[in-house]
């Protein structure tokens, strides 16, 4: 079983940062891509930054130039810095990763979502 586990939402006023982390526990044999979503009120899920390896994060234009993505493969952790948070970065940030469990098969993994409010 492999599990996937947020942290780091809560309450900030526009204009301030915040850090979420999530943490991927289980049977791994190797994490490949980890990525972030967020889900709006009332909206679909979409799509926020990406990590392959150690490579450079990869952003959706809305949150580019203000989120960084980065992980910890020793720890089986990726991160998510938001910077210059806006009410309408309001929502539920999720956590996902490709995993394998072991050499020949690999699935997508999520986490249980924090949410992320922003007042003005």
């Known amino acids: 079983q492999v599990q996937l586990v947020e942290s780091g939402g809560g309450l900030v006023q526009a204009g301030e940062s915040l850090g979420l982390s999530c943490a991927a526990s289980?049977?791994?044999?190797?994490?490949?891509?980890m990525a972030w979503y967020r889900q709006e009120s009332g909206k679909q899920r979409r799509w926020v930054a990406t990590?392959?390896?150690?490579?450079?994060?990869s952003y959706a234009g809305f949150v580019k130039g203000r989120f960084t993505i980065s992980r910890d493969n020793a720890k089986n952790t990726v991160y998510l810095q938001m910077n210059r948070l806006q009410p309408e970065d309001t929502a539920v940030y999720y956590c996902?990763?490709?995993?394998?469990?072991?050499?020949?098969?690999?699935?997508?993994?999520w986490g249980q979502g924090t949410q992320v409010t922003v007042s003005s």
């Open positions: 990590i392959i390896g150690d490579e450079t994060g």
């Open positions: 996902t990763a490709n995993i394998n469990i072991d050499r020949w098969s690999s699935n997508d993994y």
């Open positions: 289980g049977s791994i044999y190797r994490i490949n891509t």
